[in-house]
């Protein structure tokens, strides 16, 4: 495991690895209204989907050009990159989220894009159900918009086992943690030391000792 801290078009070692499972900021600032109650602070590029675009880019231009496989978590509010082959839905359950609150309706999934080949295991529907981390929990308090760690191992189990996985956007650490967990490879980076941190804190708080090396 290598987690930079650092800025992900500056620190491009993740763009050697095999597969990209990300979680960039989406470009609709909601985290900006939920950080003001939560006090943690906004997420840095959350006003546009500039940073999203510029590392799918990178990503892009690596070997394998368009065929490079990523998932990419995203929200129905921003266009998806355009060489997007399926989305997956991340149900909710109960939860009613964010969104236009003039409405009668919640906002209850997120979207995960699917680019490229490669991605192997048995055929599941596209909707995956995965309950949300509590606004109570500690993590909340701690970063603006952690994932679940088995919404990521999920996403994983279809990526062959020999695959390095990239997440340029580290947050607190859901993708690197689910790779640890499932005993895969993995290259972060972060752009906040506090999240560094954070992360640093998990890993050594649930050891499984596949713990191999932290660069800043
Ligand atoms: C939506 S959050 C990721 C949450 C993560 N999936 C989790 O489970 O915690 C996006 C993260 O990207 C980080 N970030 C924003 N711009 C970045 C950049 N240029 N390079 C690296 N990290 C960046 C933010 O600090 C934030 O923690």
Redesign the pocket.
């Known amino acids: 495991m290598t987690l930079f801290h650092?800025?992900?078009?500056e620190e491009l070692a993740w763009l050697n690895a095999d597969v990209l499972v990300?979680?960039?900021?989406?470009g609709v600032a909601f985290s900006e209204k939920r950080t003001k109650r939560q006090k943690v602070g906004a997420?840095?590029?959350d006003d546009s989907t500039d940073?999203r675009d510029m590392a799918v880019g990178l990503w892009r231009e690596q070997q394998g050009g368009v065929n490079k496989p990523a998932l990419l978590?995203g929200h129905y509010r921003i266009p998806r990159p355009v060489d997007t082959r399926h989305v997956l839905i991340w149900s909710k359950g109960d939860n009613t989220g964010l969104g236009d609150t003039s409405l009668p309706w919640g906002v209850s999934y997120e979207e995960i894009y699917v680019m490229g080949r490669g991605f192997k295991g048995s055929r599941e529907p596209n909707i995956i159900t995965c309950p949300t981390i509590p606004s109570s929990h500690w993590l909340r308090q701690r970063?603006p918009?952690?994932?679940p760690v088995p919404l990521i191992e999920r996403l994983l189990s279809k990526c062959p086992p020999e695959w390095v996985v990239a997440d340029?956007?580290?947050?607190?650490?859901?993708?690197v943690i689910a790779a640890r967990n499932l005993g895969r490879r993995v290259v972060a980076?972060?752009?906040?030391e506090r999240?560094c941190e954070l992360i640093v804190e998990r890993i050594q708080n649930t050891p499984v000792g596949l713990f191999d090396e932290f660069e800043e």
């Open positions: 650092g800025d992900c078009r990300t979680d960039p900021p989406y997420i840095i590029g940073t978590f970063h918009a952690p994932k340029p956007f580290a947050g607190s650490g859901a993708t980076v972060e752009l906040e999240y």
